[in-house]
């Protein structure tokens, strides 16, 4: 679990994510996203996306309750809040273990909220 949760740490740095190259080695061949907006991406199509933020994307995020859970010996999921200049997004991805690449970010989604929005579980 720790080196899927290195790989999201990773894939939420600014240098790593606007990196085709860099980011590129983090992505599963089948990975898919839902971003907080409602898009659907598919790895071609985020690749291109993240890196048009390019200079825009200097600020990393700030995590919280960052939770791993083992769902299968090559399969982590991961949950946590990120915080991103006041835009702020319950985050989940599964992390998948591959044989030629290691740890690969498998499937992604984020679902944007505000402070206000929250209610504690009971």
Sequence with gaps: MTAAIEGELRFLDPAVF???TLLGRLLHPEFRS???SGTSYTR???IDEL???GPSARTPGTVTLLAARELAPDLVLLTFDIN???RRAHRSSLWRKT???GWQLYF???TGFSPGDMVTPT
Excluded: I, K, L, N
Aim: charged share 25%; glycine share 10%.
């Design 18 to 20: 606007t990196s085709p």
């Design 34 to 36: 839902f971003g907080s």
């Design 44 to 46: 071609a199509s985020y």
């Design 51 to 53: 890196r048009e933020w």
């Design 84 to 86: 991103v200049s006041e």
């Design 99 to 101: 044989r030629e690449a």
């Design 108 to 110: 992604t989604q984020g």
